[in-house]
């Protein structure tokens, strides 16, 4: 699993100015839990219009703090430019759904 590498800039371009929803999981990539939570999320997002971006907090750690994170994983729903949920730890398929419901798919 390769992380997505953005400055702030092109976060804000990408993902935040984007017109699709997004799931951000925010984790070390080495860590099993960051890994599995990658797949369920990437699972979901299929046939969805979810993009699904993953963000190294070893590497990205103005973005990180940006959102508060505060442990690895963490998953935040972003939508038409505002982050609309957000869940600490390992997250299935299913938690995701449940996650993303207030958002427009």
């Known amino acids: 699993m390769t992380p997505d590498e953005f ?10 100015q984007s017109p699709r929803p997004s799931i951000v999981v925010f984790g070390i990539t080495e860590e099993r839990t960051t890994r599995d939570t990658v ?9 969805t219009t979810y993009r699904v971006h993953v ?12 959102f508060l994170i505060m442990a690895s994983p963490t998953i935040v729903v972003i939508h038409q430019g ?3 949920a957000q869940a600490t730890g390992s997250q299935s398929v299913e ?5 993303t419901a207030g958002a427009a798919q």
């Not at 400055?7 to 935040?16: G, P, V």
């Not at 190294?56 to 973005?63: K, M, P, Q, R, V």
């Not at 938690?95 to 996650?99: D, F, G, N, Y």
């Open 95 to 99: 938690e995701i759904a449940r996650l």
């Open 55 to 66: 963000i190294d907090i070893g590497h990205s750690a103005e973005l990180a703090e940006e």
């Open 39 to 47: 797949q369920a999320a990437r699972e979901f997002a299929t046939g």
């Open 82 to 84: 505002t982050p609309v």
């Open 7 to 16: 400055t702030q800039r092109e976060f804000t371009q990408r993902i935040i």
